[in-house]
């Protein structure tokens, strides 16, 4: 079975500070790579897919398809990035997420 | 709101009735996922489907559910003989299947509690 993993559940940071969110996910092939977020009271929706390499609000996404990781960065955290972080490889014909990770950028 | 839509939002059951919710798509969206998630964990797939047809049901999933699709527009799950195992954050979402792979694009969920 495909597994993402995810090791951090929480992840604190200062205003300010650059947060780097991990996800490493099992090797089958090249599944396409994207970020999901859900900001409290919201649905969760795509913050960034790898293939598009576009930075939004200004996170990025590096692959590393030997160490088969797709972390997350941003080099200044703002308040309004606290949210739950997920890693979603697509393979086949789904997308399966990795167990999360809670951002909580601290003023 | 032309997102996607879940009804009802909540939905608390006895153990033993059994539940059906709805999720209505993106219009132009020919694919629908259902997923569930329970408390600290991300969406775990359930099934999917291309237009009509249920082209994919997770092995995990209990044959007390079932999901139908049968104008291929909104979608229900069933969950027959509820357990309170099943109490969890049902999901739905749908994408634009034939351009590469869509992002999905989710509901609000039903969030399902058996007492």
């Known amino acids: 079975a495909q597994r993402v993993t995810q090791p951090e559940k929480l992840l604190s940071v200062f205003k300010g500070a650059p947060v780097e969110l991990k996800c490493n996910y099992s090797?089958?092939?090249?599944?396409?790579l994207f970020w999901y977020v859900q900001y409290s009271r919201q649905r969760l929706q795509l913050l960034l897919r790898?293939?598009s390499r576009e930075s939004i609000k200004g996170f990025t996404a590096d692959l590393n398809k030997g160490e088969t990781s797709f972390h997350l960065k941003k080099p200044f955290a703002q308040e309004e990035d606290s949210a739950m972080y997920y890693c979603?490889?697509?393979?086949?014909?789904?997308?399966?997420f990795g167990p999360g990770t809670r951002l909580s950028v601290l003023p | 709101d032309t997102g996607v839509s879940q009804d009802p939002r909540h939905k608390i059951t006895k153990r033993g009735q059994n539940v059906t919710f709805r999720c209505d798509p993106i219009?132009?969206?020919?694919?629908l996922y259902w997923y569930r998630q329970t408390l600290g964990q991300g969406p775990e797939f359930l099934t999917y489907?291309?237009?009509?047809?249920?082209?994919?049901k997770s092995r995990l999933l209990s044959d007390r559910f079932s999901a139908e699709r049968p104008k291929g527009s909104f979608s229900t799950l069933e969950i027959q003989r509820t357990e309170q195992g099943d109490s969890a954050m049902y999901l739905c979402?749908?994408?634009?299947?034939?351009?590469?792979?869509?992002?999905?694009?989710f509901g609000n969920g039903t969030r399902l509690t058996v007492t």
């Open positions: 790898h293939i």
């Open positions: 489907f291309q237009n009509e047809a249920q082209l994919e």
């Open positions: 219009s132009e969206h020919n694919r």
């Open positions: 979603a490889p697509y393979y086949g014909q789904n997308f399966v």
């Open positions: 090797y089958s092939g090249s599944p396409e």
């Open positions: 979402a749908s994408s634009l299947g034939g351009v590469g792979n869509s992002p999905l694009h």
